[in-house]
C-alpha cells in the first residue's frame, strides 16, 4: 500500500487500475483527466481552480494574491503553525504537513483542517 505520498498518473484508466494500492492519504494528481484525488475524493475533474502545490501559505500568497471563491491549493505548514477556531490544531515535533488551502471568501485564501 503507499500511504501518504504524492504519487502522478498519466491517465484516470492507469489510476482506477492501481487505485486498491493507493492510500486514500496519498495525493494523485491524473495527467489526462487535469485532476487530484485524495481521501476517496476527486477535488476537481477540470483543475481550472487548482492553483498548484506550495511550500508556504506566504509563498501561494504571493503567487495568487487576489484569488477568486472556489481557487484552492496545496500548501506545507510547519510545526508550531495552529489553526484558528473551529479547529484548533497544532503540529509538533518539527513535522511539516500539507493541507488544502482554499478561497472562500473573494481574494483571501484560508488554510484548511484537511491534513495529509
Known amino acids: 500500500m503507499i500511504q501518504n505520498k504524492l504519487i502522478y498518473f498519466s491517465s484516470k484508466s492507469q489510476f482506477e ?57 496545496i500548501v506545507v505548514v510547519s510545526s508550531g503553525w495552529k489553526f484558528g477556531d473551529p479547529f484548533p490544531i497544532t503540529f509538533g515535533g518539527g513535522d511539516s504537513q500539507l493541507v488544502i488551502a482554499v478561497c472562500a471568501q473573494e481574494k483571501e485564501w484560508t488554510i484548511t483542517n484537511v491534513t495529509y
Not at 485532476?35 to 475524493?41: K, V
Open 17 to 73: 487500475r492501481e487505485k486498491q494500492n493507493v492510500s486514500p492519504t496519498s495525493i494523485v494528481f491524473v495527467g489526462d483527466a487535469g485532476a487530484i484525488w485524495t481521501h476517496h475524493t476527486w477535488f476537481c475533474d477540470n483543475c481550472n481552480k487548482c492553483k498548484g502545490f506550495y511550500l508556504s501559505i506566504t509563498e501561494l500568497q504571493t503567487a495568487y494574491p487576489k484569488p477568486e471563491i472556489g481557487d484552492w491549493a
